[in-house]
Protein backbone atom coordinates (compact mmCIF):
# COMPACT_ATOMS: atom_id res chain seq x y z
CA UNK A 1 0.00 0.00 0.00
CA UNK A 2 1.46 3.59 -0.87
CA UNK A 3 1.74 5.64 1.67
CA UNK A 4 -0.88 7.94 3.22
CA UNK A 5 0.03 10.86 2.23
CA UNK A 6 0.62 10.13 -1.92
CA UNK A 7 -3.38 7.91 -1.32
CA UNK A 8 -4.28 11.90 -0.67
CA UNK A 9 -2.22 13.36 -3.72
CA UNK A 10 -5.59 14.12 -5.74
CA UNK A 11 -7.30 15.89 -3.25
CA UNK A 12 -4.25 18.39 -2.74
CA UNK A 13 -3.76 18.86 -6.88
CA UNK A 14 -7.22 20.26 -6.53
CA UNK A 15 -6.88 22.07 -3.85
CA UNK A 16 -3.21 23.20 -3.65
CA UNK A 17 -4.09 25.64 -1.19
CA UNK A 18 -3.67 22.78 1.37
CA UNK A 19 -0.32 22.05 0.13
CA UNK A 20 0.76 26.10 1.01
CA UNK A 21 -0.63 25.90 4.41
CA UNK A 22 1.95 27.24 6.75
CA UNK A 23 1.97 24.77 9.66
CA UNK A 24 3.67 26.77 12.37
CA UNK A 25 1.27 30.31 11.66
CA UNK A 26 -1.24 30.26 14.40
CA UNK A 27 -4.18 31.52 12.74
CA UNK A 28 -4.34 28.38 10.47
CA UNK A 29 -2.74 26.11 12.34
CA UNK A 30 -6.48 24.76 14.25
CA UNK A 31 -7.81 24.75 10.50
CA UNK A 32 -4.77 22.85 9.32
CA UNK A 33 -4.98 19.98 12.59
CA UNK A 34 -8.39 19.94 11.63
CA UNK A 35 -7.86 19.23 7.95
CA UNK A 36 -5.30 16.55 9.45
CA UNK A 37 -7.77 15.23 11.35
CA UNK A 38 -10.26 15.31 8.69
CA UNK A 39 -7.83 13.40 6.31
CA UNK A 40 -6.64 10.86 9.12
CA UNK A 41 -10.79 9.84 9.89
CA UNK A 42 -11.00 9.41 6.01
CA UNK A 43 -8.05 7.31 5.74
CA UNK A 44 -9.05 5.12 8.91
CA UNK A 45 -13.04 4.98 7.38
CA UNK A 46 -11.65 3.78 3.86
CA UNK A 47 -9.43 1.47 5.04
CA UNK A 48 -12.03 -0.25 7.31
CA UNK A 49 -14.25 0.41 4.67
CA UNK A 50 -11.85 -1.92 2.17
CA UNK A 51 -10.81 -4.57 4.92
CA UNK A 52 -14.75 -5.41 5.54
CA UNK A 53 -15.04 -5.82 1.47
CA UNK A 54 -11.69 -7.50 0.89
CA UNK A 55 -13.42 -11.08 1.51
CA UNK A 56 -13.87 -10.59 -2.06
CA UNK A 57 -10.48 -9.75 -3.19
CA UNK A 58 -8.89 -10.64 -6.71
CA UNK A 59 -5.87 -8.59 -8.66
CA UNK A 60 -6.90 -5.69 -9.92
CA UNK A 61 -5.66 -5.81 -13.78
CA UNK A 62 -8.03 -8.82 -15.09
CA UNK A 63 -10.56 -8.17 -17.87
CA UNK A 64 -14.36 -8.64 -17.50
CA UNK A 65 -13.05 -11.86 -18.88
CA UNK A 66 -10.75 -12.83 -16.89
CA UNK A 67 -7.77 -12.06 -19.28
CA UNK A 68 -4.90 -9.31 -18.51
CA UNK A 69 -4.41 -6.92 -20.82
CA UNK A 70 -1.19 -5.96 -22.49
CA UNK A 71 -1.86 -2.59 -22.24
CA UNK A 72 -1.13 -1.12 -18.90
CA UNK A 73 -4.58 -0.91 -17.06
CA UNK A 74 -5.73 2.22 -15.49
CA UNK A 75 -7.04 1.05 -12.11
CA UNK A 76 -3.77 -0.81 -10.91
CA UNK A 77 -3.39 -1.65 -7.03
CA UNK A 78 -4.66 0.46 -4.40
CA UNK A 79 -4.85 4.15 -4.77
CA UNK A 80 -7.02 6.57 -5.45
CA UNK A 81 -7.31 8.12 -9.11
CA UNK A 82 -9.44 11.37 -10.44
CA UNK A 83 -11.31 11.40 -13.23
CA UNK A 84 -12.72 13.85 -15.26
CA UNK A 85 -16.83 13.76 -15.81
CA UNK A 86 -17.57 13.34 -19.74
CA UNK A 87 -20.96 13.66 -20.30
CA UNK A 88 -24.40 13.10 -18.50
CA UNK A 89 -27.95 11.82 -19.27
CA UNK A 90 -30.84 11.25 -17.35
CA UNK A 91 -32.28 7.25 -17.37
CA UNK A 92 -35.53 8.07 -15.34
CA UNK A 93 -37.36 10.43 -12.97
CA UNK A 94 -34.39 10.04 -10.44
CA UNK A 95 -31.35 8.35 -12.11
CA UNK A 96 -28.34 9.67 -13.59
CA UNK A 97 -25.56 7.88 -15.82
CA UNK A 98 -22.35 9.62 -15.30
CA UNK A 99 -19.80 8.75 -18.04
CA UNK A 100 -16.09 9.38 -16.46
CA UNK A 101 -13.34 9.52 -19.27
CA UNK A 102 -9.67 8.16 -18.47
CA UNK A 103 -6.80 10.25 -19.31
CA UNK A 104 -6.27 8.06 -22.36
CA UNK A 105 -9.22 6.68 -24.14
CA UNK A 106 -7.71 3.39 -25.71
CA UNK A 107 -6.58 2.59 -21.97
CA UNK A 108 -7.63 -0.51 -20.37
CA UNK A 109 -9.67 0.28 -17.39
CA UNK A 110 -8.60 -2.69 -15.09
CA UNK A 111 -11.46 -3.47 -12.84
CA UNK A 112 -12.37 -7.53 -12.25
CA UNK A 113 -15.52 -8.62 -12.21
CA UNK A 114 -17.12 -8.18 -10.16
CA UNK A 115 -16.13 -4.18 -8.46
CA UNK A 116 -17.13 -1.30 -7.40
CA UNK A 117 -15.64 2.47 -6.89
CA UNK A 118 -15.88 4.19 -3.58
CA UNK A 119 -16.37 7.62 -3.98
CA UNK A 120 -14.66 10.08 -2.09
CA UNK A 121 -15.81 14.05 -2.14
CA UNK A 122 -15.79 16.93 0.30
CA UNK A 123 -19.38 18.32 -0.77
CA UNK A 124 -20.46 22.13 0.85
CA UNK A 125 -23.37 20.46 2.29
CA UNK A 126 -21.22 18.19 4.28
CA UNK A 127 -19.51 21.21 6.01
CA UNK A 128 -16.00 22.10 4.29
CA UNK A 129 -13.24 18.93 5.74
CA UNK A 130 -15.27 16.19 6.48
CA UNK A 131 -15.05 13.66 3.34
CA UNK A 132 -18.23 11.69 2.25
CA UNK A 133 -17.69 7.98 0.88
CA UNK A 134 -19.93 5.54 -0.80
CA UNK A 135 -19.59 3.15 -3.14
CA UNK A 136 -21.04 2.70 -6.83
CA UNK A 137 -21.03 0.09 -9.47
CA UNK A 138 -19.76 0.99 -12.96
CA UNK A 139 -22.13 -0.01 -15.54
CA UNK A 140 -20.46 0.01 -18.68
CA UNK A 141 -18.47 -3.24 -20.29
CA UNK A 142 -15.49 -3.65 -17.78
CA UNK A 143 -13.77 -4.11 -20.74
CA UNK A 144 -14.91 -0.54 -22.87
CA UNK A 145 -11.09 1.04 -22.96
CA UNK A 146 -11.46 4.54 -22.35
CA UNK A 147 -14.54 4.85 -19.61
CA UNK A 148 -15.97 4.33 -16.45
CA UNK A 149 -19.60 4.84 -16.42
CA UNK A 150 -22.11 4.84 -12.85
CA UNK A 151 -25.46 5.07 -12.95
CA UNK A 152 -26.76 6.95 -9.88
CA UNK A 153 -30.02 7.07 -8.16
CA UNK A 154 -30.79 10.85 -6.22
CA UNK A 155 -31.98 10.65 -2.62
CA UNK A 156 -34.24 12.99 -0.81
CA UNK A 157 -31.03 14.99 0.55
CA UNK A 158 -28.57 12.06 -0.20
CA UNK A 159 -24.87 13.45 0.60
CA UNK A 160 -23.44 11.95 -2.08
CA UNK A 161 -25.93 10.70 -4.88
CA UNK A 162 -27.08 14.85 -4.84
CA UNK A 163 -23.29 15.29 -5.61
CA UNK A 164 -22.89 13.28 -7.98
CA UNK A 165 -26.06 14.86 -9.94
CA UNK A 166 -24.61 18.80 -9.53
CA UNK A 167 -21.39 17.74 -11.06
CA UNK A 168 -21.60 18.67 -14.83
CA UNK A 169 -19.17 18.10 -17.71
CA UNK A 170 -15.35 18.91 -17.04
CA UNK A 171 -15.85 18.52 -12.96
CA UNK A 172 -13.82 16.09 -11.12
CA UNK A 173 -14.36 13.00 -9.10
CA UNK A 174 -12.15 11.25 -6.80
CA UNK A 175 -11.98 7.08 -7.34
CA UNK A 176 -10.80 4.23 -4.95
CA UNK A 177 -11.14 0.54 -6.63
CA UNK A 178 -13.05 -1.96 -4.62
CA UNK A 179 -12.92 -5.69 -5.71
CA UNK A 180 -16.03 -7.03 -4.92
CA UNK A 181 -17.24 -10.71 -5.45
CA UNK A 182 -14.39 -12.12 -7.34
CA UNK A 183 -16.51 -13.53 -10.10
CA UNK A 184 -15.33 -17.65 -11.44
CA UNK A 185 -16.96 -18.43 -14.94
CA UNK A 186 -18.81 -22.21 -14.16
CA UNK A 187 -18.40 -22.16 -10.65
CA UNK A 188 -22.01 -22.39 -9.99
CA UNK A 189 -24.60 -23.51 -12.58
CA UNK A 190 -26.67 -20.62 -11.82
CA UNK A 191 -26.91 -17.13 -10.17
CA UNK A 192 -29.97 -15.87 -8.96
CA UNK A 193 -29.53 -11.94 -8.88
CA UNK A 194 -31.83 -10.05 -6.61
CA UNK A 195 -32.55 -6.77 -6.94
CA UNK A 196 -33.74 -3.99 -5.28
CA UNK A 197 -33.71 -0.28 -6.37
CA UNK A 198 -30.48 1.06 -7.53
CA UNK A 199 -29.37 -2.56 -6.18
CA UNK A 200 -29.88 -3.40 -9.63
CA UNK A 201 -25.92 -1.60 -10.83
CA UNK A 202 -24.29 -4.81 -9.92
CA UNK A 203 -26.31 -7.09 -11.18
CA UNK A 204 -25.94 -5.18 -14.61
CA UNK A 205 -22.09 -5.11 -14.18
CA UNK A 206 -22.34 -9.37 -13.23
CA UNK A 207 -24.89 -10.14 -16.11
CA UNK A 208 -22.51 -7.78 -18.89
CA UNK A 209 -19.35 -9.77 -17.60
CA UNK A 210 -20.96 -13.10 -17.71
CA UNK A 211 -22.53 -13.23 -21.07
CA UNK A 212 -19.58 -11.64 -22.67
CA UNK A 213 -17.42 -14.28 -21.67
CA UNK A 214 -17.91 -17.06 -24.86
CA UNK A 215 -16.58 -19.84 -21.98
CA UNK A 216 -18.68 -18.86 -19.30
CA UNK A 217 -22.09 -21.12 -19.45
CA UNK A 218 -24.01 -20.02 -15.93
CA UNK A 219 -27.74 -19.30 -16.65
CA UNK A 220 -28.79 -16.37 -14.72
CA UNK A 221 -32.34 -15.38 -13.14
CA UNK A 222 -32.42 -11.13 -12.62
CA UNK A 223 -35.46 -10.49 -10.34
CA UNK A 224 -35.77 -7.08 -9.81
CA UNK A 225 -38.16 -5.11 -7.59
CA UNK A 226 -38.89 -1.35 -7.54
CA UNK A 227 -41.57 1.28 -6.22
CA UNK A 228 -43.30 2.19 -9.42
CA UNK A 229 -43.47 1.40 -13.29
CA UNK A 230 -41.24 4.77 -13.81
CA UNK A 231 -38.30 3.47 -11.33
CA UNK A 232 -37.56 0.41 -14.36
CA UNK A 233 -34.32 1.49 -16.56
CA UNK A 234 -32.20 -0.38 -18.56
CA UNK A 235 -35.47 -2.75 -19.48
CA UNK A 236 -34.31 -2.04 -23.22
CA UNK A 237 -30.53 -3.46 -22.66
CA UNK A 238 -31.78 -6.74 -20.40
CA UNK A 239 -34.41 -7.39 -23.50
CA UNK A 240 -32.32 -7.38 -25.80
CA UNK A 241 -29.12 -9.97 -23.45
CA UNK A 242 -32.50 -12.18 -22.78
CA UNK A 243 -33.09 -12.74 -26.60
CA UNK A 244 -29.76 -13.08 -27.58
CA UNK A 245 -28.70 -15.69 -24.84
CA UNK A 246 -32.48 -17.80 -24.75
CA UNK A 247 -32.27 -20.27 -22.02
CA UNK A 248 -29.34 -18.81 -20.46
CA UNK A 249 -30.78 -15.15 -18.94
CA UNK A 250 -34.60 -13.80 -18.27
CA UNK A 251 -35.37 -10.63 -16.43
CA UNK A 252 -38.14 -10.83 -14.07
CA UNK A 253 -39.37 -7.56 -12.68
CA UNK A 254 -41.89 -6.94 -9.21
CA UNK A 255 -43.40 -4.05 -8.72
CA UNK A 256 -44.96 -2.49 -5.35
CA UNK A 257 -47.23 0.07 -6.56
CA UNK A 258 -47.49 -0.64 -10.57
CA UNK A 259 -49.65 2.32 -12.19
CA UNK A 260 -53.25 1.44 -13.65
CA UNK A 261 -52.91 -1.43 -16.85
CA UNK A 262 -49.15 -1.96 -15.74
CA UNK A 263 -48.15 -5.08 -17.55
CA UNK A 264 -45.51 -5.91 -14.58
CA UNK A 265 -46.20 -8.44 -12.04
CA UNK A 266 -47.08 -6.33 -8.50
CA UNK A 267 -45.51 -7.22 -5.29
CA UNK A 268 -42.82 -7.43 -3.13
CA UNK A 269 -39.85 -9.81 -3.95
CA UNK A 270 -40.80 -12.08 -0.98
CA UNK A 271 -40.84 -16.14 -0.73
CA UNK A 272 -44.17 -16.41 -2.58
CA UNK A 273 -43.36 -14.79 -5.52
CA UNK A 274 -39.51 -16.56 -5.67
CA UNK A 275 -40.99 -19.77 -5.17
CA UNK A 276 -43.76 -19.00 -8.34
CA UNK A 277 -40.64 -17.87 -10.49
CA UNK A 278 -38.80 -21.38 -9.91
CA UNK A 279 -36.39 -20.08 -7.54
CA UNK A 280 -37.21 -22.11 -4.47
CA UNK A 281 -33.66 -24.06 -3.52
CA UNK A 282 -35.76 -26.82 -2.63
CA UNK A 283 -36.04 -27.52 -6.40
CA UNK A 284 -33.62 -29.65 -7.93
CA UNK A 285 -32.51 -27.19 -10.43
CA UNK A 286 -31.42 -24.49 -7.81
CA UNK A 287 -29.11 -27.13 -6.02
CA UNK A 288 -26.28 -25.62 -7.13
CA UNK A 289 -27.16 -21.54 -7.49
CA UNK A 290 -25.87 -19.14 -6.35
CA UNK A 291 -28.29 -15.99 -4.70
CA UNK A 292 -26.89 -12.51 -5.09
CA UNK A 293 -28.84 -9.78 -2.95
CA UNK A 294 -28.24 -5.72 -3.62
CA UNK A 295 -31.09 -3.47 -2.03
CA UNK A 296 -32.09 -1.51 0.28
CA UNK A 297 -31.16 -2.64 3.60
CA UNK A 298 -34.97 -3.30 5.01
CA UNK A 299 -35.18 -5.47 1.37
CA UNK A 300 -31.71 -7.33 1.99
CA UNK A 301 -32.56 -7.65 5.59
CA UNK A 302 -36.28 -9.55 5.12
CA UNK A 303 -34.47 -11.71 2.39
CA UNK A 304 -31.22 -12.83 4.33
CA UNK A 305 -31.98 -11.70 7.93
CA UNK A 306 -29.26 -9.50 10.31
CA UNK A 307 -25.59 -8.76 8.82
CA UNK A 308 -22.88 -10.52 10.48
CA UNK A 309 -21.58 -13.69 12.04
CA UNK A 310 -23.96 -13.51 15.06
CA UNK A 311 -26.93 -12.56 13.02
CA UNK A 312 -29.87 -14.56 12.81
CA UNK A 313 -30.27 -15.81 10.11
CA UNK A 314 -33.96 -15.98 9.22
CA UNK A 315 -34.55 -14.35 6.21
CA UNK A 316 -36.72 -15.60 3.51
CA UNK A 317 -34.14 -17.30 1.46
CA UNK A 318 -33.06 -19.25 4.41
CA UNK A 319 -36.98 -20.06 4.83
CA UNK A 320 -36.55 -21.33 1.34
CA UNK A 321 -34.00 -23.43 1.59
CA UNK A 322 -31.02 -22.02 0.83
CA UNK A 323 -27.55 -22.56 3.36
CA UNK A 324 -25.88 -19.16 3.75
CA UNK A 325 -22.73 -20.20 1.48
CA UNK A 326 -25.32 -20.08 -1.50
CA UNK A 327 -26.06 -16.20 0.04
CA UNK A 328 -23.99 -13.52 -1.06
CA UNK A 329 -24.52 -9.70 -0.38
CA UNK A 330 -23.12 -6.59 -2.33
C1 LIG B 1 -21.39 -2.18 -3.20
C2 LIG B 1 -22.39 -1.04 -3.42
C3 LIG B 1 -22.58 -0.55 -4.71
C4 LIG B 1 -23.50 0.49 -4.93
N1 LIG B 1 -23.68 0.94 -6.20
C5 LIG B 1 -24.59 1.92 -6.43
C6 LIG B 1 -24.84 2.39 -7.77
O1 LIG B 1 -24.23 1.94 -8.75
N2 LIG B 1 -25.78 3.37 -7.93
C7 LIG B 1 -26.46 3.94 -6.88
O2 LIG B 1 -27.30 4.84 -7.10
N3 LIG B 1 -26.22 3.54 -5.60
C8 LIG B 1 -25.31 2.56 -5.35
N4 LIG B 1 -25.04 2.17 -4.06
C9 LIG B 1 -25.61 2.98 -2.94
C10 LIG B 1 -24.68 4.19 -2.69
O3 LIG B 1 -23.42 3.75 -2.23
C11 LIG B 1 -25.23 5.17 -1.61
O4 LIG B 1 -25.55 4.45 -0.46
C12 LIG B 1 -26.46 5.94 -2.09
O5 LIG B 1 -26.18 6.69 -3.26
C13 LIG B 1 -26.94 6.93 -0.99
O6 LIG B 1 -25.87 7.77 -0.65
P1 LIG B 1 -26.13 9.33 -0.31
O7 LIG B 1 -24.85 9.86 0.27
O8 LIG B 1 -26.68 10.03 -1.49
O9 LIG B 1 -27.29 9.25 0.77
P2 LIG B 1 -27.16 9.53 2.34
O10 LIG B 1 -26.79 10.96 2.57
O11 LIG B 1 -26.28 8.48 2.95
O12 LIG B 1 -28.66 9.26 2.78
C14 LIG B 1 -29.74 10.15 2.38
C15 LIG B 1 -31.10 9.51 2.61
O13 LIG B 1 -31.30 8.42 1.71
C16 LIG B 1 -31.57 7.21 2.42
N5 LIG B 1 -30.85 6.11 1.74
C17 LIG B 1 -29.54 6.04 1.54
N6 LIG B 1 -29.22 4.91 0.89
C18 LIG B 1 -30.38 4.24 0.69
C19 LIG B 1 -30.74 3.04 0.06
N7 LIG B 1 -29.82 2.23 -0.51
N8 LIG B 1 -32.06 2.69 0.03
C20 LIG B 1 -33.00 3.49 0.56
N9 LIG B 1 -32.73 4.66 1.17
C21 LIG B 1 -31.44 5.03 1.23
C22 LIG B 1 -31.02 7.44 3.80
O14 LIG B 1 -31.72 6.66 4.76
C23 LIG B 1 -31.26 8.92 4.02
O15 LIG B 1 -32.58 9.17 4.42
C24 LIG B 1 -24.18 1.09 -3.83
C25 LIG B 1 -23.98 0.59 -2.54
C26 LIG B 1 -23.11 -0.47 -2.34
C27 LIG B 1 -22.91 -0.99 -0.93
Request: proline share 9%; net charge positive.
Amino acid sequence: MPPTSSLFRPFFTQNPRLLRQPFTSSPRRAEVMTTQVAFAAAAVGIGAYVYMRSGATTAPGTSATGTSSDTKPYFTGFGFRTLKLHSTELVNHNTKKLRFELPDPSQPVGLSLSSALLTVSFPPSNGRWTPVLRPYTPTNALDEPGYVELMVKLYPNGKQSGYLHSLKPGDTMTFLPIPEYAWKPNKHEHVALIAGGAGITPMYQLIQGILANPEDKTRITLVWGVNGDQDIFLKKEFSELQSKHPGRFRAEYVVSQPEAGSTYRKGYVDGKVLEELGLGATQEKNQNTKVMVCGPPAMEKALKGGKGPFAKKTGVLHELGYKSDQIYSF
